[in-house]
């Protein structure tokens, strides 16, 4: 039952399409793995238990800083020793213990790092883009393809920046060189209206290509980052690689915005490479962002921007950060208004289709079938419009959707596994717990899934 | 904590906010040199002789001023002494308090620009400083209307506990926070019924005169606030003042040491026993354990170091590493400290602007050469003016002077430690303990470590400036204060006198209620 008949309203002609479309997903999702469906069943076991979930969280985040098995031990007893003993598990009730606890310290954390790396399996596809070029080909066999990210610590001096910037370097070579042997893929619609699409899709984090993001003072980010960014486009460029530019907290928008809207007008990059942005319908403002780069040089070049539409992971930071200084919190207040301006802005990118290339990132259901639905009820071909999914969280939702002739793209995050998992916790998991953890959506009935945001 | 919230920050962020602000600075400039009066019983007298300046660009003028004279200072004293503020009701000075909040509010980008030009302090920390100021009246004037402890009673008897003004007080304020340290002295004073005689620092008094002209103009009456610009001769005469029954005062520990001394130095025609509240510097220390998450670490530790040119009280100036860290945390930090761009305030694209004077880089330089040879890092800095180089030091040797005494500018040391109980006894070796900080994942380690440091202020994670009124209540322990707690309710305690009444209820057998 949709809301509109609820509220008396006619039906929204596109409905019925909605609910069809999302059967045909659901019904082609495959089972998961047993590996996945294990720690799937440890996270969802999570989600009830807040203060068990931020114990474990915290610890995947500070692993990695921890010398050897009794450290790390000592850590996650005093992590879950701060959860409530009901909520614990026997085996980590028995750590968490006194006086039994310090004993089991050693063995406690000598099993800890084989458990987060095969959570980390889960979200990362390698240590570094040549350890995961199988999982990228077998994607690619099924009919998915890959963005790239590549993980790492967060950047504070200009050595740091240089060192992302170089690696990102090379992953566009190689990936260049991996996937030019890779056979085509009716699937992929490796054309759209526009014309060819990159095999080879990047996507970089502005805040790993400077530390001098000031709000107050984004000129001074940009200018840096534009000047490690420039050798990533060229090199895109020659070898005809997509590069995406990820969005991160709101205070480092503006930097970024500036930084591509000067580069990309650039004389160089007016004929290439493709590249792309982030739109976040968790901000408030997301729809005058968009309409900002529409009208901007991004959009008047000869290649079309790939304008990523998401929810945003950084809910939690943002409305804590405006919470401390008294601001009005530039995101949404509700999962429902989220997901209702994810809808309305889906629908501007669809229209906007012959200017921009729309890709719909989610993992839910609703927001995706009506994206493609909307999509169909123009007149668009399916190939004109991308569909994207977080590697480990959209994996039987790939599936479903290249099963059932959809352009698929899965985020795929590289990086040593477990400092990388920590900082995939930290930028990733804790930020998007309250506007609903993404696996939430799977244990949830259909017809409820597929109501329309309220 | 009822009503109250903090004011909120201006959204620097957005761009047309920061053109306001640049407007507000034309403005602000247009009007330059400010003249500051003496203002003694509303009586504005102006003069010449001494000037503040632009700390970034020395050679602008931002005020000019003249020292009170003993003169102005004894009528200030008496009219102070008679004023009939302390027979008025708490309520109507609370309402005096928020109607200055009010009047800060609405000429704020006024007054940040203000700090920035006379200060030499950045746009964003000049605003806060503003909000700082309108939450310590806002706070003050909400808890002083509830200051109350209840008594025991018994049968036959009522007890009450009453807050009774104590006289005159004294308020010296420094030049760091020209604005918001004199705004929580004054006010706390004047709504607990102590009228005020205030010295501004003289490198700011322009700044100290527009707050004591909005105390003013909301109905703060002239007898019950003086304005008495002048050099430090002026603040001795005020502490061995026998009408002064409080000093208030903000700076170094040598003349928070002096001003000790000479309080009380004077006995014959002295009515009250000089009450102190002092807050006086540290030398603050930050501990990194070895599961520290340097990505984190590194910005907090840059901010809290260089933040304003190191010169708040509050400004980390040691950093004790764990040696398993040690090493990674000097090259991560070594690269973010070359990054830092100096430059003036007023540019949003400075991260460490000017000292505040030239005494200021003479002694910062003295410091900075027993760190020769041991520089980690150096930024750029533009030459000349009163611009000093931000830099990270590092093996200093343990009895190096750098390591205990107070730098108050963009000098930052960092030494290794075995483990965290000798960061501890290095620490408590000091005698200041003002503002500490801790980073750590291990919530044990955290535990032990607050339980084992002194400071007044400890910051789990986070940068250690930046204390926000009604959140984190700020002050010293040990050398670095006399204990109070700014921005907190109990900060009031400090300027009243307790009077305790206890009536006979029972008559003839028969209790009255």
């Known amino acids: ?454 | 904590m009822s009503g109250f919230r903090n004011h909120p920050l201006l959204e620097l962020r957005r761009a047309d906010e920061r053109e306001e602000l640049r407007a507000a600075m034309a403005g602000l400039d247009r009007e330059l040199p400010l003249r500051v009066p003496v203002v003694v019983s509303g009586r504005r007298t102006g003069g010449e002789g001494q000037t503040s300046i632009d700390p970034c660009a020395p050679e602008r003028i931002v005020a000019r001023w003249r020292a009170a004279t003993e003169e102005e200072i004894g009528r200030a004293l008496a009219a102070a002494e008679a004023s009939a503020w302390p027979r008025t009701a708490i309520a109507e000075r609370a309402a005096a308090l928020e109607r200055t909040a009010g009047l800060l509010d609405r000429d704020r980008r006024r007054l940040a620009a203000l700090i920035v030009r006379e200060a030499g302090k950045p746009w964003a920390e000049s605003d806060a400083e503003v909000c700082e100021a309108i939450d310590f009246l806002r706070l003050y004037a909400e808890a002083a209307r509830e200051l109350d402890e209840d008594l025991l009673q018994a049968p036959g008897e009522r007890n009450e506990l009453r807050l009774v003004p104590r006289g005159p007080a004294a308020v010296i304020s420094p030049w760091n926070f020209p604005l918001s340290i004199p705004a929580g002295m004054v006010s706390a004073a004047l709504v607990m019924g102590s009228p005020v005689v205030f010295k501004p620092a003289e490198q700011t008094p322009a700044t100290g005169a527009a707050f004591v002209e909005a105390l003013l103009g909301s109905g703060v009456p002239t007898d019950a606030l003086h304005l008495l610009p002048g050099d430090a001769a002026v603040g001795r005469r005020l502490v061995g003042a026998p009408e002064v029954a409080t000093i208030a005062f903000t700076g170094s520990l040598a003349v928070g040491l002096e001003i000790h001394r000479r309080a009380y130095e004077r006995t014959e025609g002295v009515h009250y026993l000089k009450r102190i509240v002092a807050e006086l510097g540290g030398k603050n220390c930050v501990i990194v354990d070895s599961d520290a998450d340097l990505d984190e670490t590194v910005p907090e530790i840059v901010r809290s170091a260089y933040g304003y040119a190191g010169q708040k009280c509050s400004a980390a100036a040691r950093l004790l590493a764990h040696r398993r860290i040690h090493a990674r945390l000097c090259e991560r930090l070594a690269g973010a400290v070359e990054l830092l761009r100096v430059g003036p305030a007023e540019d949003f694209t400075t991260d460490v602007p000017a000292l505040i004077d030239a005494d200021a880089v003479t002694k910062v330089r003295g410091y900075a050469g027993l760190c020769q040879g041991r520089e980690l890092a150096r930024a750029d800095a533009p030459t000349g003016g009163q611009y000093f180089v931000p830099t990270l030091a590092g093996d200093l040797p343990e009895d190096s002077p750098v390591l205990r005494e107070e730098v108050f500018g963009p000098l930052l040391t960092v030494e290794a430690v075995r483990d965290l109980d000798e960061a501890v006894r290095r620490i408590r070796s000091l005698p200041q303990a003002l503002t500490g900080g801790i980073f750590s994942r291990h919530p044990e380690h955290v535990e032990r470590l607050v339980r084992e440091l002194t400071a007044g202020n400890l910051y789990v994670n986070r940068h250690i400036t930046g204390a926000v009124v009604g959140r984190q209540p700020f002050g010293g322990n040990g050398l670095s204060g006399t204990g109070a707690r700014t921005g907190s309710r109990r900060y009031l305690w400090r300027f009243t006198d307790d009077q305790v009444i206890c009536e006979n209820t029972l008559r003839h057998g028969l209790e009255l209620s």
């Open chain 1, 1 to 454: 039952m949709g809301n509109s008949e609820r509220d008396g309203g006619p039906p929204d002609p596109i409905d019925a399409r909605i609910r069809e479309i999302a059967h045909e997903i659901r019904v082609a999702e495959p089972r998961l793995p047993f590996r996945d469906r294990l720690s799937d069943a440890a996270l969802t076991h999570l989600e009830g238990r807040r203060e068990l979930r931020a114990a474990l969280l915290r610890f995947v985040d500070a692993a990695p800083a921890c010398h050897g098995p009794r450290e790390r031990g000592a850590h996650l007893r005093a992590y879950l020793r701060q959860a409530p003993r009901e909520q614990l598990p026997l085996p980590l009730r028995a750590l968490a213990a006194d006086p039994l606890g310090p004993a089991l310290v050693p063995l406690g954390g000598a099993a800890t790092r084989p458990a987060i790396r095969l959570l980390a399996h889960r979200f990362i596809a390698g240590r570094d883009a040549p350890a995961a070029r199988s999982v990228l080909r077998r994607a690619w066999d099924r009919g998915e393809a890959f963005t790239l990210d590549l993980l790492g610590e967060a950047t504070v001096t200009a050595g740091e920046c240089d060192a992302y910037r170089d690696r990102c370097l090379a992953a566009l070579d190689y990936l260049t060189e991996l996937s030019a042997g890779w056979p085509a893929h009716p699937l992929l619609a490796e054309a759209d209206r526009h014309g060819p699409l990159a095999r080879v899709n990047l996507s970089v984090k502005l805040t790993a290509l400077t530390p001098l993001l000031r709000a107050e003072a984004p000129e001074r980010g940009a200018s840096e980052a534009a000047a490690r960014l420039r050798p990533l486009l060229r090199r895109a460029r020659d070898l005809g690689a997509h590069l995406h530019l990820d969005m991160e907290w709101v205070d480092t928008r503006e930097t970024l915005l500036s930084a591509v809207e000067a580069l990309l007008a650039e004389e160089e990059f007016r004929s290439g490479p493709s590249a792309g942005i982030v739109v976040q319908a968790y901000l408030r403002d997301a729809g005058e962002t968009l309409e900002r780069v529409i009208d901007s040089p991004v959009c008047a070049r000869q290649v079309p921007l790939t304008v990523r539409l998401v929810k945003g992971a950084y809910w939690e930071h943002e409305s804590a950060e405006a919470g401390q200084v008294g601001w009005e919190p530039p995101v949404w207040a509700t999962k429902g208004d989220t997901d209702r301006c994810f809808e309305a802005l889906t629908r501007r990118l669809i229209e906007l289709g012959d200017r921009v290339r729309p890709a719909i990132a989610s993992h839910n259901l609703r927001s995706l079938s009506h994206a493609i639905a909307y999509h169909e009820s123009r007149g668009g071909h399916r190939a004109d419009i991308e569909l994207q999914v977080l590697r480990g969280l959209g994996d039987s939702l790939a599936r479903a959707l290249a099963a059932t002739a959809h352009r698929v793209r899965v985020y795929t995050p590289v990086g040593d596994l477990v400092a990388g998992m920590a900082y995939l916790v930290r930028r990733l998991l804790e930020n998007s717990s309250s506007q609903g953890f993404l696996l939430q959506e799977r244990s949830r009935p259909l017809e409820e899934l597929l109501e329309p945001p309220r």
